[in-house]
């Protein structure tokens, strides 16, 4: 498994830009796939954003679709979450997840590796 941390996160009005990161270590973490799920408390937890692990697949949820980019570099081991134009209903912790040889997106995949969070909140 990889270690993954995430960072970036913070308070934001809304309109605003904030890019998530997510740092992976281990000897395999170049053949992980990995997405960014977030979650408020009192909800389920809610998927964001997807990159394969050969990065040539990406997939975004129909709510931040247009407004959040997925990307990833391989030489430093990040994944990062790009969020332009946020809405306070963006607010929630995010996590970044990941799981080995993850090509084409799966909503019924599980994801072996997770980060610990990072809170963004978007003031109205």
């Known amino acids: 498994q990889v270690q993954l941390v995430e960072s970036g996160g913070g308070l934001v009005q809304a309109g605003a830009s904030l890019k998530l990161s997510c740092a992976a270590s281990?000897?395999?973490?170049?053949?992980?796939?990995m997405a960014w799920f977030r979650e408020v408390p009192g909800k389920e937890r809610e998927f964001v954003a997807y990159?394969?692990?050969?990065?040539?697949?990406?997939y975004y949820a129909d709510s931040v679709k247009g407004r959040f980019t997925i990307s990833r570099e391989y030489a430093k081991n990040l994944v990062d979450l790009r969020m332009n134009s946020l809405k306070p209903e963006d607010t929630a912790i995010y996590y970044c997840?990941?799981?080995?040889?993850?090509?084409?997106?799966?909503?019924?995949?599980?994801?072996?590796?997770w980060g610990q969070g990072t809170q963004v909140t978007v003031s109205s």
């Open positions: 997840a990941g799981r080995l040889w993850g090509s084409d997106y799966d909503p019924r995949a599980d994801y072996t590796s």
């Open positions: 281990g000897r395999t973490t170049g053949t992980y796939a």
């Open positions: 990159i394969s692990w050969t990065g040539q697949s990406t």
